[in-house]
């Protein structure tokens, strides 16, 4: 008689670590988690070790003391007398401001000057091809170099405008002076102002909100609220009866009207740039260096995006475009409602990444002088504390979190585009 | 009256088409005037185009050619023109074109970078151009490395020669030790001895090697690397070291084990989410602080490391779009052969997914090439940085136009052409694909 | 591990020998070049010529120590530094020495711990303005638009002048000296602001130099000089000494022409001292005895050295104002070679 005997239970033998396929992949994580933690404890001793040499233990200490130097292009208010940590921030903002900017103007343009590379215009086709090969192929640091020169150069200095016989003068009813250090346009004015709330106190992060502005923002959006619910009404009423009721008027009506009597009641009027003393006086002033990066940066981009947007629209197959035309919509809104909105889906992935660059390649402000936080944190501030290590880090810190949060929305609305596909 | 006929029954002969519909005209109607919309922008594109020529023609034509100083310029242009605006004083570009292109590398050493060159492109031909090149002359690509460093920072021949011969050993104990202890193994064997080879044993080497038989060329420092060679060869250098690295990152990336994966996101998340000039502040401020005590590389390398790192991380992407495209039948075919991990990716992956990548490594070396231009900004002498000293000496100070104009230049010659050829491989790519 | 070793496959690629902590002159000499940190470039400064040579009055500085340590004028490997690398250039041991026109302030001296070997050139912050404005005074500039170079002391002296001063104004900072000079020259800004000297400089390579004026407020103390680390005093030494050496030889009269007929045919002991013929000072500098000869051979004296680079004869055209000898009722003041 046979007995039938388990085989025998298997050792567990240190080889098979590497050689049972159980076994190898932990192996091999465990090995590469210990080179990267034998690599980091070696870099973080060997900072340890240097900057004991030194003498300058991290410490970020120096974020607390003024700075002592002036930001031209400041969102909130700043005095030299500030912190380290304000000028910072005053830079972080700047660097929004420009990235926002730039990548709107960037798609705008982009968009235009992509379906006009399709255009059957054989001249404007070409102009176009002329534009995006020019601007892929130069780096963005000449750009904004040039863009910066040209504007210096082709526009007047305030001191044209002085004088019996100026030889320039300011546009559109003299209300938007335009010199080569930056555009004037008017600014609106309150003066029966609510005033601000202040917030955070004496802080390096202490800042207003106009309730002025808050309660344009709140008019506004019960305005777009209230017009939606009349277009909602209207459709029903489409839907049931399959008249649809004119609302055009009452919608006008809605977004003007409160609108009108909240600025009536603030007292709301332009202040309007004078030439005073050196420079022009009021108004809202941008900057020469803002300009100037803003469009190098937006026009750079836009060739980029504007390659995109034509290899998205190439993607989408003749037939749609042939369908529109059968059902006889006209070649602009074919393009508006129906090749666009499907080429989105292709444009919208290496679209993030154009915005990621744009944002990234804002760090070349210094180039104008532009006071970003490459030009506060990274550069003055770096520059009278010495504290590289620390700026230098936290100046990284700083874009990635911009980056990731840019990625983060980018990837949202990604999705729900997608959402829509069937 | 049978022979009224009121049919016509020989053929009219065939009239040519009218004057507005063929030729210049026809083609003009059709291409610019076809609607009053068109024929706007047309109208308003040749006023454009003529108002920028307008400008520009004069300013590149009408110029001074032979000119010591920016001084002498402007009286030849009042001499001639009567006028200093509106002329270009190109006797910079003359003065200093030899320096604008090779920075300060010794005038009769200038064959050295340009050899290097011609040996690029003719190393890079049986990749680039792989159905017209013999595959023999991938004996030049794999040779090409180390032959460049000698070329370009000269020194005893057996600096490179060892640096070379450490990847022989690696590649002999892999191929013979495969069969005695097994793939991994024999791979993890092969690299630990070349590290230590290179490490411990080639310094000593070299250095005994060099004193008894003294074989080798002038030395330059790198130092002296500037102007539009120092742009191509950081680009180049980023580019060729960051490719090993890149798969490497890439494959990570897609693979399963968890720890590994995570390491590789991170890596290249936080270099795509910084921008380039932080690492450069990194190598030119920080790098040392991060390097053991006493260490001290020289700023040309320390940038050649950071621009490695920064390609690296998009090198990284590249490649895993090219991994991504690849179809999932030639991973399975792979399997059902029952060919391990590293021999699907030596034998059946990675030769396809890198074919595919190259017009995305193409694009990813224009933009790091246009990038390099950033070093101006941490004091390095690239084209950018010499213009600015150019400003700066006495003869020279106060011109703009003219430097940045030639820089443009150059960049667009080069960068165009590349991106060319990157459109020309994707055509051919397409066509075998379908 | 020796790092030496570590990286000794890498020597060939470019590495440079690693920088001891202990001295710097013994590195220098074992290298045989000086590694001296200047700017990326400012007229008559600094500048390389179309050979790739450098030039300029703090270039000179790099070459007397060079020919005072080395015996060789040429044995200067020029480090191009910017505003933001050229502490952690000098602090990491790329550098031996940073000749740079670097004011010296107590910052600088204590927190990042270099020392100041001396002055070389005395300078202040002025402002220059179009004549056409018709402004005489800084204290006029309410509301002006100012641009600065960015990176040095300036911009912090502005902003304390026109603070304590009450007034207003639109700060351009700007990276490089010929941007500056672009902006001013647009009426991109009314007025530009940095050293006087830089200023002169500027003005001087306009086409109408008349145009425009200097005026008259100088707001800031700028003494600029070499530095070196900290800690390394015999190196700190030599660098003081060499730059004492060419003012001094301008004060007792000792040119590059003279220099060799005049060590064998004075009489006056210090120029004895000076020049090596009397007594062991090289000796105690851990230089041979004609260390001085050499530096001054070099590129002349102080007073050569600012009339060939800067002087009035140059197209820069500074006069010698602060940076006179003593005797002339300047600032420069040598200690005595004894």
């Given at each position: 008689m046979t007995t039938l005997t388990d085989p025998p239970k298997e050792q567990f033998r240190l080889s098979m670590l590497l050689y049972d396929t159980r076994y190898r992949s932990a192996t091999i994580q465990v090995i590469a988690m210990l080179c990267f933690m034998l690599l980091a404890a070696w870099l973080i001793n060997n900072t340890a070790q240097n900057l004991a040499a030194l003498g300058k233990p991290i410490d970020f200490g120096f974020f607390s003391e003024p700075a002592s130097y002036d930001i031209n292009q400041r969102l909130l208010e700043y005095t030299s007398r500030d912190t380290h940590l304000r000028a910072a921030l005053m830079g972080l903002l700047n660097t929004l401001v420009v990235a926002v900017l730039g990548c709107i103007t960037a798609t705008i343009i982009g968009v235009f000057v992509g379906v006009l590379r399709l255009s059957s215009n054989w001249l404007v086709a070409r102009i176009m091809t002329v534009y995006v090969e020019m601007f892929r192929n130069v780096p963005v640091l000449l750009w904004i170099v040039l863009a910066m020169a040209i504007m210096i150069e082709s526009l007047p200095a305030p001191r044209a405008f002085r004088g019996e016989d100026p030889t320039a003068t300011m546009k559109l009813f003299d209300s938007v002076a335009i010199t080569n250090r930056g555009v004037y346009v008017p600014e609106f004015l309150f003066s029966r102002s609510l005033g601000n709330i202040h917030l955070?106190?004496?802080?390096?992060l202490r800042f207003d909100i106009s309730l002025d502005l808050m309660a344009v923002l709140v008019v506004l959006a019960l305005s777009i609220f209230a017009m939606r619910k009349v277009a909602a009404k209207a459709a029903a009423t489409q839907e049931a009866t399959g008249d649809r009721p004119k609302i055009w008027y009452i919608q006008l009506g809605l977004l003007f009207v409160p609108m009108a009597i909240l600025l009536t009641v603030l007292g709301c009027h332009f202040g309007y740039p004078e030439l005073k003393g050196f420079n022009f006086k009021g108004g809202t002033y941008m900057r020469n260096s803002l300009i100037a990066l803003w469009l190098a940066l937006s026009l750079y981009t836009a060739a980029f995006i504007a390659e995109i947007v034509r290899a998205g629209i190439l993607a989408i197959s003749k037939g749609q475009t042939e369908a529109a035309s059968a059902l006889g919509i006209r070649p602009g809104k074919t393009m508006r409602l129906v090749i666009l909105p499907q080429a989105l889906r292709v444009i919208i992935p290496p679209m993030i990444s154009n915005y990621l660059n744009l944002t990234k390649n804002s760090s070349l402000a210094i180039a104008v002088g532009y006071m970003d936080i490459t030009g506060t944190m990274g550069g003055i501030t770096m520059n009278q504390t010495g504290r590289e290590l620390e700026c230098v880090l936290l100046l990284m810190l700083a874009y990635l979190i911009i980056s990731l949060s840019i990625s983060a929305v980018m990837n949202w609305y990604n999705n729900s585009v997608k959402l829509v596909e069937r | 009256m049978s022979d009224v006929s009121f049919v016509r029954t020989e053929m009219l002969p065939e009239k040519a088409p009218p004057a507005s519909e063929v030729g210049v005209i026809g083609w003009a109607r059709h291409n610019l005037f076809s609607g009053w919309f068109n024929s706007a922008l047309t109208i308003v594109s040749i006023a454009a185009i003529y108002y920028v020529l307008s400008g520009v023609f004069p300013w590149v034509f009408q110029s001074v050619w032979n000119a010591d100083s920016l001084g002498e310029c402007r009286e030849i242009m009042k001499a001639t023109?009567?006028?200093?605006?509106?002329?270009?004083?190109?006797g910079v570009i003359n003065d200093r074109w030899e320096q604008l292109l090779f920075g300060f590398y010794p005038s009769e050493l200038y064959w050295r970078p340009i050899v290097s060159l011609i040996l690029l492109l003719a190393a890079l031909s049986p990749i680039l151009f792989a159905d017209r090149v013999s595959p023999k002359m991938l004996i030049l690509t794999t040779a090409y490395p180390f032959l460049m460093v000698f070329l370009m920072w000269?020194?005893?021949?057996?600096g490179p020669l060892s640096a070379a011969f450490g990847f022989v050993i690696a590649y002999l104990i892999i191929k013979y030790a495969t069969e005695a202890v097994g793939e991994l193994f024999a791979m993890i064997a092969g690299v630990a001895v070349a590290v230590i080879w290179w490490l411990l044993l080639s310094g000593p080497i070299v250095e005994a090697l060099s004193s008894a038989m003294p074989i080798g060329i002038e030395a330059v420092a790198s130092r002296k690397f500037g102007g539009f060679m120092l742009a191509i060869l950081l680009g180049v250098v980023a580019i060729g070291v960051s490719l090993p690295i890149g798969i490497v990152l890439a494959l990570g990336r897609q693979s399963d084990l968890l720890i590994v994966k995570a390491l590789c996101v991170g890596f290249i998340e936080f270099i795509r989410g910084v921008p380039l000039i932080t690492l450069l502040f990194v190598a030119s401020l920080l790098l040392n602080i991060f390097l053991p005590p006493g260490t001290n590389f020289d700023i040309i390398l320390r940038v050649m490391i950071m621009m490695t790192l920064f390609s690296a991380a998009y090198m990284a992407e590249v490649i895993r779009g090219g991994l991504a495209a690849l179809p999932r039948g030639q991973y399975e075919g792979a399997d059902s052969l029952g060919l391990d991990y590293w021999q699907a990716q030596r034998l059946i992956i990675m030769p396809q997914a890198l074919k595919i990548s190259i017009p995305g490594i193409v694009s990813t070396f224009i933009g790091i090439f246009k990038d390099t231009t950033l070093v101006s900004i941490i004091g390095l002498f690239d084209v950018i940085g010499l213009a600015s000293a150019i400003r700066a000496d006495t003869a020279w100070n106060g011109i703009y136009w003219e430097l940045f104009a030639f820089i443009a230049f150059l960049f667009f010659i080069v960068c165009f052409s590349m991106s060319r050829y990157s459109m020309y491989l994707e055509r051919k790519l397409q066509t075998g694909h379908h | 591990m020796n790092k030496s070793v570590v990286f000794g496959a890498l020597t060939v690629a470019g590495l440079a020998a690693s920088a001891a902590a202990a001295g710097t002159m013994d590195d220098v000499k074992a290298r045989g070049t000086l590694n001296c940190g200047v700017t990326t470039g400012l007229v008559g400064f600094a500048a390389p010529d179309a050979n790739g040579e450098w030039n300029g009055f703090d270039v000179s500085v790099c070459r007397a120590v060079a020919a005072a340590v080395l015996g060789d004028a040429s044995a200067v490997t020029f480090v191009p530094t910017t505003g933001k690398t050229r502490f952690t250039a000098l602090a990491s041991g790329e550098i031996d020495l940073l000749a740079r026109n670097t004011t010296w302030t107590f910052s600088r001296d204590?927190?990042?711990?270099?020392?100041?070997?001396?002055?070389?050139y005395y300078d202040g912050q002025g402002f220059m303005v179009p004549k056409e404005l018709g402004v005489s005074s800084a204290k006029d500039l309410d509301g002006a638009t100012v641009c600065i170079q960015t990176g040095t002391t300036t911009e912090l002296n502005l902003a304390d002048f026109f603070r304590t001063n009450n007034i207003s104004y639109e700060p351009v900072p700007i990276e490089t000296n010929a941007e500056a000079q672009q902006q001013y020259l647009a009426g991109a800004c009314d007025v530009y602001t940095t050293d006087a000297s830089g200023l002169a400089a500027t003005r001087a390579s306009f086409e109408d130099p008349a145009g425009h004026a200097l005026l008259p407020e100088i707001i800031s103390k700028e003494p600029l000089g070499p530095l070196v680390r900290h800690g390394d005093n015999e190196w700190g030494d030599v660098v003081r000494w060499t730059l004492n050496a060419i003012i001094t030889a301008e004060e007792l009269g000792v040119t590059s022409a003279n220099v060799a007929e005049i060590a064998s045919s004075t009489d006056n002991p210090e120029i004895k001292r000076l020049l090596g013929s009397e007594g062991t000072l090289g000796e105690m500098l851990g230089l041979d005895a004609e260390w001085a000869k050499r530096a001054i051979m070099a590129g002349g004296n102080y007073g050569e050295i600012f009339a060939k680079n800067i002087g009035e004869e140059t197209p820069i055209g500074l006069a010698r104002g602060l940076n006179a000898q003593w005797t002339e009722g300047g600032l420069l003041y040598s200690p005595p070679f004894r």
């Open positions: 955070f106190g004496d802080s390096s | 023109w009567g006028s200093t605006h509106g002329h270009a004083c190109w000269g020194g005893t021949i057996w | 204590v927190d990042l711990k270099f020392t100041f070997v001396g002055v070389n």
